[in-house]
Nanobody, 126 residues
Framework: QVQLVESGGGLVQAGGSLRLSCAAS????????MGWFRQAPGKEREFVAA????????FYADSVKGRFTISRDGGKDTVYLQLNSLRPDDTAVYYC???????????????????WGQGTQVTVSS
């Protein structure tokens, strides 16, 4: 049974930082892409970042490029999302997801991903 468990969310002031973790278990992820998405109240879930498990290729939404960094530790089966220079509009529930590797376009879509975590809340105060 595949499980993705996020942690690391919290309340932070604008300009601050957080590091989110996603612990993955239940299968081999070597041919998978791991993604982070977020969903703010009343809005659709949106792509934030993704990384291929084996090759380490990374993809970012324009809104977070230069501020957020995605990485993975294969030995720990964990994916991280470092959030720097946080802004109030980064406030959302952040979700970790896993799915088969795809194109530079498809990895940005929710339908690409087969497995999802339960989410972790990030709140940025002004």
């Amino acid at each position: 049974q595949v499980q993705l468990v996020e942690s690391g969310g919290g309340l932070v002031q604008a300009g601050g930082s957080l590091r989110l973790s996603c612990a993955a278990s239940g299968r081999t992820f070597s041919n998978y892409v791991m993604g982070w998405f977020r969903q703010a109240p009343g809005k659709e879930r949106e792509f934030v970042a993704a990384i291929t498990w084996s090759g380490g290729s990374t993809f970012y939404a324009d809104s977070v490029k230069g501020r957020f960094t995605i990485s993975r530790d294969g030995g720990k089966d964990t994916v991280y999302l470092q959030l720097n220079s946080l802004r109030p509009d980064d406030t959302a529930v952040y979700y970790c997801a896993a799915g088969p590797q795809g194109t530079i376009v498809s990895v940005r879509t929710t339908r690409k991903y087969d497995y999802w975590g339960q989410g972790t809340q990030v709140t940025v105060s002004s």
